[in-house]
């Protein structure tokens, strides 16, 4: 038989050793005492917090400051677009959109506007980073996900057009509805590849493992495979995804790394508050600001929109909930780079700040299904539907600088005066009240940038992470979620890495490779 190489997902080279697992404070462990995790419910980091409320024109004008205009002369793939994060390459935006989907799912019909109970939310995916949007519920459960061996993913079919020779769709019912346990991760073709990336990698953990312990059970190998293909992704959200977004004195605060031993330092989550809202609706959003114009996945297609708005016909953009065409191979070397930093033909993301790209006013009904198809406002309804605090009051909860009026910028980070306003400017009664999602957005602006008076002054000053409320909000969230759950790498310290080099030698850089290239028959 030939033998061949086949290009897989890997993200993390690390070593693994044993170790003792560390105590957390002890105020995370008396909470632990009274909620030892989440279940499936959402609820508050900040509940003594007042909901703030917003008017109608108020939203609208936030919603039209923040949704850009369609861009009608992109930048030519050979210059550096103004819009662009040096820092971080296109493809953590989705990868980051994978692990959303992994965490948190209320699926319940929602017009946006009705006023609604947190503690009556459902959340249908399971608080960890267990992978349950790519295995379901298990083999026995989730059959149809499987092959009849019961230990391997069905695999999709295979996509030309990448150098990826292995690349594939998402596997497909004859009506062209993907057979995959979270049905958003058909969303679009970027995280459709990701999700096919996974079920690739943990193929080939099944075939390695029977290769070497042909003893086993189909249930046996099927399980240490997926603990594997698990314990590599929470690596890569620890250690490579999270230094990218959040800034690192306070990940480092709050999950300590001594000698490559991981302990958790938790001041505002507990398992308590389930899935916080403040997470969900707002701090994790930020990706949404990240989103590129356009992408090149391959040589062969041209650069094309997340969505275009006429939803039903593939090819002429990247929206999925269908077949993918035959040539829409991806190419990760066009979205992750080794180095972690601009390199060149590898697209990067977009700044974090609180403008979002045409594309994402354009939502496919699928998507939508209700309420708006522009993001922008759906993400505002959505958090003042649910009583979110203000973005003001949440930092002073969390003992930081409060900014000022006039350096909340809502728009474009480009430095350009006509592309971002001071929020007070858009509607004076907004004075000191900024929604949770622009807050954040904004901060981080306001972070890499020096802004006074309502404009952007001097060269970049930091690189686009999110400011301290998202920082701290995601990064309790991500951390308290794996304390909480007995099987994470914190608690069995399955890895004892250092940080530093591990990114420095490895980011999930070549979704190419998740662990590293397994020779199959």
Known sequence: MTRKRILTISMIAMSTLTSSVASAFESTQALAATCSMPTNGYGRMFANLPAATFSASEIDALTKAIMAEPETNPTPETEIDAEENLDIPAGYTYFGQFVDHDLTLDDRPNDLTSATDVSSLVNLRTPQFDLDSLYGSGPVTSAKLYNSDSMHLLEGKLLTGSTDTGARDLPRDSRGQAIVGDPRNDENRIVAGIHSMFIRLHNQQVDRILREQSQ?????????????????????????????????????????????????????????MQMPVEFAVAAYRFGHSQVRGLYRINSEVDRLPVFSGSFGTPGIDLVGFSAAPSNFGIDWSR????????????????????????????????????????????NLLRSSQLGLPTGQDVARALGVRVLRDDEILIGKATGVATEATAITKLAP??????????????????????????????????PFRLGPVGSQIVAETFVGLLASDPNSIINTQQSRVNRDVTNRHSEIHKLREINKHFEID
């Open 335 to 378: 979205f992750f780079s080794r180095s972690g930093q601009a390199e060149t033909g590898v697209q990067l993301s977009y700044k974090i700040d609180a403008s979002i790209t045409n594309s994402l006013s354009l939502l496919p009904l699928p998507v939508t299904s209700a309420g708006p198809a522009n993001l922008a406002k759906r």
């Open 429 to 462: 009664s907004l004075a000191g009240k900024t929604p949770l999602w622009a807050y954040i957005l904004a901060e981080s602006t306001a972070s890499a940038y020096r802004v006074v008076d309502g404009a952007i002054v001097g060269q970049q000053r930091a």
């Open 216 to 272: 086993l059970s189909s249930s046996e190998v099927f399980s240490l495979a997926r603990k594997a293909v698990v314990a590599q992704y929470q690596q890569l959200v620890v250690l490579d995804y999270l230094p990218k977004i959040i800034d690192r004195r306070i990940l480092d605060r709050v999950l300590s790394n001594d000698n490559g031993s991981l302990t958790a330092n938790l001041s505002f989550y507990s398992s308590c």
